[in-house]
């Protein structure tokens, strides 16, 4: 039986929840909505920009304001873009520090080190660029739009079930 580590999957749920709380903006009492991690600067058409596109409808969001969000999305992505492309430079180097015989572990942590700071530059852009998209919305949006990630995350569990990605099991664990 493979040994499960209680503690790190704890961490990652907690970081995903909160991840999650911070995309919908819900307090632990479901008061203002903010926007979220995978919003704008991830490429066209994907994060909450394009699930407030498919979504516009239902979220009664006018032309101008999907037009504003569009706009913020396309300038979260000039800045974002080169933070993705020198994380993927400084991923590749690390790649090929650790296939090294013989690694150096001081120059591998500190290349650890810049990708945690390229990460920590994206992740604050997407804060901003969300934290911008929030600020379009109503409050009433805002509610719906919990509303809908919290319909989509339930759907996403049902779909992954548990063999998702972030559980691993043995073979000798399969039902």
Known sequence: MARRRP????????????????????SAHAQPPDAGPDGPGH?????????????????????????????????????????RAERDRLRDELRAML???TPDLDAVLAKADEIGTVDTQLHKQRLRTLFAIRALLTPEQRRELVRLHEERRAEWGER??????DRWHDSSERE
């Open 160 to 165: 992954r079930g548990r063999w998702g990605p």
């Open 7 to 26: 503690r790190a999957r704890l961490l990652r749920s907690l970081a995903a929840g909160a991840s999650g709380l911070l995309w919908i903006g819900v």
């Open 99 to 101: 296939s090294a015989e």
């Open 43 to 83: 490429g066209p058409g994907h994060g909450i920009e394009r699930m407030l596109e498919r979504n516009a409808d239902r979220l009664g969001l006018d032309a101008a304001t999907r037009d504003r969000i569009r706009a913020l999305a396309e300038d979260s992505r000039k800045v974002s873009d080169p933070l």
